[in-house]
């Protein structure tokens, strides 16, 4: 979380050889980190069918959003 804003603080110019319509702005907004959707619902049934993994899985994902939200980044769940 700490590299987002060392590696894309706001105000930064843009260098983008495949968006060139960006190139030279300047990043503004808010920090997202796009997170892919199994992590919400994971389909691997060796997780899936043991109630402990489920849990652990629930208790790290908490822990990560907490850790998200205390850096101020947003995480936003998107399909792969």
Do not use: C
Not at 41 to 55: A, L, R, V
Request: net charge negative.
């Amino acid at each position: 979380m700490k590299e987002i804003d060392l590696k894309y603080p706001k105000g930064k110019k843009i260098h983008s050889i495949k968006y060139p319509e960006l190139e030279g702005q300047r990043l503004r907004g808010d920090a997202v980190l796009e997170v892919p959707a199994e992590n919400l619902q994971p389909t691997d049934p060796s997780i899936t069918s043991e109630p402990k993994k489920m849990k652990e899985l629930d208790d790290r994902r908490a822990r990560f959003e907490q850790i998200a939200a205390d850096a101020g980044v947003e995480l936003r769940y998107t399909a792969e």
